[in-house]
């Protein structure tokens, strides 16, 4: 569901860093999740245009001047596709400010929380089930190196959350699966927006999940019920046949004279043909197969 992703990139955006430690943490995680050496600097593509934007405002705040080489448009996707060159001294400079500053994130709340949220915003989705579908829910963050994807899963455990990493193609993906765990992680990234969502969804779905086990579980004693009438209309149509039916006191005549005639009602249906209670009823078919039980003992 690319509009739930969306809708947590809305999120994230609005909380942006408020210190410098934390714009360089942000910074880091858009280069670990969507940059690529290039010439004496990096570039950075990306599908989102206010996440582009939010790239610009970080890598400027550290004196660096970006350009906008390419802009091209997805057709299938209806997307614009922005790669932003960042080149000279300062880029230089912000690669290795970025690259020393991993070490330390893990000390500083406020810019660990930085960096997750641009790490999310460079290279993250979230998907919600489908209807009918059996599972669905997936959080993930995808980055170029391993050792990136685990220290994301390591600046998540600092706030006791928990996911795991595994190789896709030349990349690694850090990822959650539960609705639950992916709650929790929108909550503590301050996805407020998304996070509503997702509990409308996941109500919508037990909602759905209930009607249908109410769904099955109704077949399931239909299909009871009919197997037992259908023993019911075989056994009676035995003593019927036999002559043991005639020998039988009358109220029990009557009950078998009306399930071989109405083979296909239920108990409940039976009782109110014949006016008598179901437990009445229960009570004298329940004599009727022990009768046709010892027949064939």
Known sequence: MTNFTNEIRRDLLAR???????????????IATGASLSGDGFEIVSENERVAEYFVRLTEL????????????????????????CGGKAAQDV??????????LSDDKEAALCYLRAAFLGGGSCTLPHDGASTGYHLECV???????????????????YCKVVPR?????????????????????????????????????ERSNNNNRIQNCMAG????????????????????DDGVL?????????????????PTLSLSELAALLGVSKGG?????????????????
């Open 246 to 262: 005639a020998t039988l006191p009358e109220a029990l005549q009557h009950t078998a004279a009306a399930r071989l005639e109405h």
């Open 281 to 297: 009823l229960n009570h004298r078919m329940r004599k009727l197969m022990q009768i046709y039980g010892e027949r064939h003992q």
């Open 16 to 30: 942006p860093p408020s210190t410098r430690e934390g714009a360089a943490a942000a910074l880091a995680a858009l």
């Open 169 to 205: 193609g030349d990349t690694f993906v850090a990822y959650v699966k539960s609705r639950e765990a992916i709650s929790d992680v929108l909550s503590v990234l301050g996805a407020d927006g998304a996070l509503r969502k997702l509990d409308a969804v996941s109500a919508a779905r």
């Open 95 to 104: 690669l290795r400010m970025t690259h020393r500053l991993h070490a330390g």
């Open 62 to 85: 550290f004196g660096v001047r970006p350009e906008v080489r390419e802009a091209t448009r997805d057709p299938k996707r209806k997307r614009d596709k922005l790669t932003i060159f």
């Open 143 to 161: 980055f170029f190196t391993e050792e990136r994807a685990e220290e994301f899963c390591e600046l998540l455990s600092g706030f006791e959350l």
């Open 221 to 240: 004693n239909a299909d009871k019920a009919a197997i037992a009438s259908a023993e019911q209309t075989l056994a009676l149509r035995e003593l019927r």
